[in-house]
Nanobody, 119 residues
Framework: VQLQASGGGAVQAGGSLRLSCAASGSSRINTMGWYRRFPGKQRELVAAITRGGTTDYEDSVKGRFTISRDNAKNTVYLQMNLLKPEDTAVYYC???????????????WGQGTQVTVSS
């Protein structure tokens, strides 16, 4: 499975960004998600969505970020609104091609995309 992410960049606090990630190489991708890594920390879940549409969000992004997907295109999106400086991190797309249709971290990762929010 290959994951191609796009959409990172720099924005001022209160602004918005939209990340996209397209998966290829598998006919059935179940959970797709976004993780982020702060300097010196491990990657943490930001948001994930199953093929059936079940979602999960990290508490600090609830109400600000929205994850969605287009199953026909095997693409997941992360709409990030009301961005804060503490959202600054490298964001990674993740995909799971197991047969389990519940939120789970998969073994496939895209290249990271930097999101920088200035105050």
């Amino acid at each position: 499975v290959q994951l191609q992410a796009s959409g990172g960049g720099a924005v001022q606090a209160g602004g918005s960004l939209r990340l996209s990630c397209a998966a290829s190489g598998s006919s059935r991708i179940n959970t797709m998600g976004w993780y982020r890594r702060f300097p010196g920390k491990q990657r943490e879940l930001v948001a994930a969505i199953t093929r059936g549409g079940t979602t999960d969000y990290e508490d600090s992004v609830k109400g600000r970020f929205t994850i969605s997907r287009d199953n026909a295109k095997n693409t997941v999106y992360l709409q990030m609104n009301l961005l804060k400086p503490e959202d600054t991190a490298v964001y990674y797309c993740n995909a799971d091609d197991s047969p389990y249709d519940y939120i789970r971290r998969g073994g496939w990762w895209g290249q990271g995309t930097q999101v920088t929010v200035s105050s």
